[in-house]
């Protein structure tokens, strides 16, 4: 199990994360919604060692892992995609991606290579392998991200805002993508706005604003939440 226990992150004065706890475990996918500005990606830096909590505890399998740097992390199996990728822009899609099967996965020779050509064929940008990653376009990148972060070989998956920009039945193939990485065993913890893919990825909802847990429940509950629906208002397409 991925644990967070009372995860806090201040910005300055600005509480990102305030007293959040969470946890997932192998084989299931949660979302963690909430607002822009809610904290949702300041969480996934500190899961992942991009950021230090000023207070709170990251396990993994029972193992404190909340003084490690985040390419140990990376080892033990903590992938993430990026809500913004950043890709090597002078390196091939291929070879992106076998940066993460080498350095992360801990694989060498024919087994990086293969292990990056099975996350790309998965994602669906294999005809794009021979490609510089700079000629991708944004949707492109993203699927780029999302084979990096598979090619890790993650016990634990953390997607960051990864649906926007694409089309409804390009969301209806990333979410069975993603909930069939869940069902190889890899725990997925689904950031996101749009509602739909929420509904159709997520066996549960956990609500984050200002830092905090709102609520967390199904889907169900969570749309039916008056709290949820106060907070999403205004919001444009997250209720629908
Ligand atoms: N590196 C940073 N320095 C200062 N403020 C930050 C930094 N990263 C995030 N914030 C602030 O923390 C809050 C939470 O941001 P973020 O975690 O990106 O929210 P979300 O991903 O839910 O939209 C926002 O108010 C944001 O402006
Ligand atoms: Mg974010």
Redesign the pocket.
């Known amino acids: 199990m991925l644990e967070a226990e009372s995860l806090v992150k201040s ?2 004065k ?1 509480i ?2 305030d007293h959040f706890s969470m946890n997932i475990e192998r084989g299931e996918v949660k979302a963690l919604i ?12 500190l899961v992942t060692g991009a ?1 230090t909590p000023d207070e709170g505890r990251i396990r993994l399998d029972s193992r404190c892992i909340v003084r490690l740097p985040s390419y140990k992390r990376a080892r033990l199996g903590i992938a993430r995609t990026y ?1 913004i990728p950043k890709p090597y822009p002078n390196l091939t899609v291929l070879e992106n991606v076998m940066v993460s099967s080498i350095y992360a996965a801990g694989l060498e020779g024919e087994d990086a290579m293969s292990a990056a050509v099975e996350a790309l064929k998965y994602v669906g940008i294999y005809n794009m392998a021979d490609k510089l990653a700079s000629e991708l376009n944004a949707e492109q990148q993203k699927l780029l991200d999302f084979a990096r972060a598979l090619a890790a070989r993650p016990k634990y998956l953390l997607i ?2 990864i649906g926007a920009g694409l089309s409804v039945d390009e969301l209806e193939g990333l979410a069975s993508k993603i909930r069939a990485v869940a069902k190889q065993g890899v725990g997925v913890l689904y ?1 996101g706005h749009i509602m739909k893919m929420v509904k159709s990825v997520a066996d549960w909802v956990i609500v ?1 604003n200002e ?1 905090r847990k709102v609520t967390e429940g199904t889907y169900d509950d969570i749309a039916n939440n008056e709290e949820v629906i106060k907070i999403y208002l205004g919001e444009k397409g997250a209720v629908e």
Do not use: C, H, R, S
């Open positions: 910005f300055g600005l990102a994360v909430g607002p822009n500005g809610a904290g949702k990606t300041t969480f996934v830096n950021l809500q960051d805002e950031i984050m830092g």
